[in-house]
Nanobody, 120 residues
Framework: QVQLVESGGGLVQPGGSLRLSCAAS?????????MAWYRQAPGKERELVAA???????NYPESVKGRFIISRVNAKNTIYLQMNSLKPEDTAVYYC?????????????WGQGTQVTVSS
């Protein structure tokens, strides 16, 4: 089994910064591979915010490129999302995601979500 624990959400003003953390715990049969952050705003579909491979290669959509930075520490199965120059449209529930490899296959796991609100 794999569990993801998120932290760092909260209320910030436009232009402010916030740092999210997500730690994955896995049983001995699982290996954590690619991890990512997604977000979902009210009335909208869940969208990718940032993804990072085990080798450290990151991918961002244009909406956050240059403002957000994803990083990871493989030894702790932990990822971070540094969010800078926050805008009201960044307001959403942010979810941590991880691909876990086991035996002949893989599974996708999600965190519980953490609320990020950008408002003045």
């Amino acid at each position: 089994q794999v569990q993801l624990v998120e932290s760092g959400g909260g209320l910030v003003q436009p232009g402010g910064s916030l740092r999210l953390s997500c730690a994955a715990s896995a049983g001995s049969l699982f290996t954590i591979d690619t991890m990512a952050w997604y977000r979902q705003a009210p009335g909208k579909e869940r969208e990718l915010v940032a993804a990072i491979t085990r080798g450290g290669e990151a991918n961002y959509p244009e909406s956050v490129k240059g403002r957000f930075i994803i990083s990871r520490v493989n030894a702790k199965n932990t990822i971070y999302l540094q969010m800078n120059s926050l805008k009201p449209e960044d307001t959403a529930v942010y979810y941590c995601n991880a691909v876990a490899l086991y035996g002949l296959g893989e599974s996708l796991f999600w965190g519980q979500g953490t609320q990020v609100t950008v408002s003045s």
